[in-house]
């Protein structure tokens, strides 16, 4: 099986720059298909804690990207939310296929530039997912400079309509972020991303449950990635939202939990594990 050290593994989900050049010397033994394949995965959960003018949500996600050795990887995540007291109820999954389509240099000015498709979806009934079939494409791209790296990506999000009539109706969302960050040491590893985040209007419609006009906020998300040892890192993150306008019950009637900031301010706190 192939080892591999994660760079660093970003804020955004789709924007995970790994570093696959500490490779275990290929065995002379025959290898299966699926192992020629198979280049590195890695699994990981966080808990996020959201303090609107509300009562508070909390949301808890799963994640896990399988990278192939054909500069192809598969980005898959899931979360559950609930607020108050209330109990834990499922949300929305993602799932993404990722194209590596350039990688020049070596380990110390590596630079990356990645496309992504995929969707955004739930097709069960509860308080936190949408009933959406999202469409997402993604750009991203990473500079390193020894310890240092830097980045910008945009997603594009093409929203669909709502099983669910409580949902309120959304146009496209548009994500564009910048991050830097900083390998202090080799266990000890710190970022600070940036984005603009546009909502565009809904549909119209009988019930008026739709956002009625574009609504746009900045955010800045600050994380801390401590290493236990050279496979499990402990993250420990905020996000804060930087636009003061007051809480929509239409935008909180969306459910689009998964984007950044767009409740107010939070904490969170994860683990990733490195196959």
Same mark, same amino acid.
């Given at each position: 099986m192939m080892k591999y050290l994660p760079l660093f593994f970003l804020i955004s989900n789709a924007f995970a720059v790994i570093d696959y050049s500490q490779v275990a010397p290929k065995s002379k033994t025959s290898r299966t298909s699926s192992s020629t394949w198979y280049k590195g995965m890695n699994m990981g959960a966080s808990y996020e804690a959201i303090s609107p003018k509300q009562a508070e949500t909390n949301l808890v996600k799963l994640m896990a990207t399988y990278q192939t050795n054909f500069n192809v990887y598969l980005d898959t995540s899931f979360w559950a939310g609930k607020n108050g007291g209330d109990s834990f109820g499922a949300g929305n999954m993602e799932a993404k296929v990722g194209f590596n389509w350039l990688?020049? /240099?070596?380990?110390?000015?590596? %630079?990356?530039?990645?496309?992504? %498709? /995929?969707?955004?979806?739930?097709?069960?009934?509860?308080?936190? %997912?949408? /009933?959406?079939?999202?469409?997402?494409?993604?750009?991203?791209?990473?500079?390193r400079f020894v310890s240092f790296l830097i980045g910008l990506g945009a997603e594009w999000r093409i929203s669909g309509d709502s099983k669910i009539e409580e949902v309120a109706s959304i146009g496209n969302v548009g994500t564009y972020f910048a991050m830097a960050g900083w390998e202090i040491s080799s266990d000890i590893r710190f970022v600070l991303e940036g984005g603009i985040v546009s909502i565009s209007p809904g549909e119209p419609n009988d019930s008026g449950n739709y956002l009625n006009e574009k609504m746009k906020y900045t955010y800045i998300s600050p994380l801390l990635q401590l290493g236990i040892f050279s496979q499990l890192w402990v993250e420990l993150g905020a996000a804060f939202k930087m636009n003061n306008e007051e809480y929509s019950d239409t935008l909180a009637n969306a459910r689009l939990y998964d984007l950044k900031g767009i409740y107010g301010n939070s904490l969170f706190t994860g683990i990733k594990y490195s196959l």
């Amino acid at each position: 099986m192939m080892k591999y050290l994660p760079l660093f593994f970003l804020i955004s989900n789709a924007f995970a720059v790994i570093d696959y050049s500490q490779v275990a010397p290929k065995s002379k033994t025959s290898r299966t298909s699926s192992s020629t394949w198979y280049k590195g995965m890695n699994m990981g959960a966080s808990y996020e804690a959201i303090s609107p003018k509300q009562a508070e949500t909390n949301l808890v996600k799963l994640m896990a990207t399988y990278q192939t050795n054909f500069n192809v990887y598969l980005d898959t995540s899931f979360w559950a939310g609930k607020n108050g007291g209330d109990s834990f109820g499922a949300g929305n999954m993602e799932a993404k296929v990722g194209f590596n389509w350039l990688k020049m /240099g070596n380990t110390h000015d590596l %630079a990356t530039l990645d496309m992504v %498709a /995929g969707v955004n979806f739930s097709s069960w009934d509860s308080n936190y %997912a949408s /009933g959406r079939l999202d469409q997402v494409y993604s750009l991203l791209s990473s500079k390193r400079f020894v310890s240092f790296l830097i980045g910008l990506g945009a997603e594009w999000r093409i929203s669909g309509d709502s099983k669910i009539e409580e949902v309120a109706s959304i146009g496209n969302v548009g994500t564009y972020f910048a991050m830097a960050g900083w390998e202090i040491s080799s266990d000890i590893r710190f970022v600070l991303e940036g984005g603009i985040v546009s909502i565009s209007p809904g549909e119209p419609n009988d019930s008026g449950n739709y956002l009625n006009e574009k609504m746009k906020y900045t955010y800045i998300s600050p994380l801390l990635q401590l290493g236990i040892f050279s496979q499990l890192w402990v993250e420990l993150g905020a996000a804060f939202k930087m636009n003061n306008e007051e809480y929509s019950d239409t935008l909180a009637n969306a459910r689009l939990y998964d984007l950044k900031g767009i409740y107010g301010n939070s904490l969170f706190t994860g683990i990733k594990y490195s196959l």
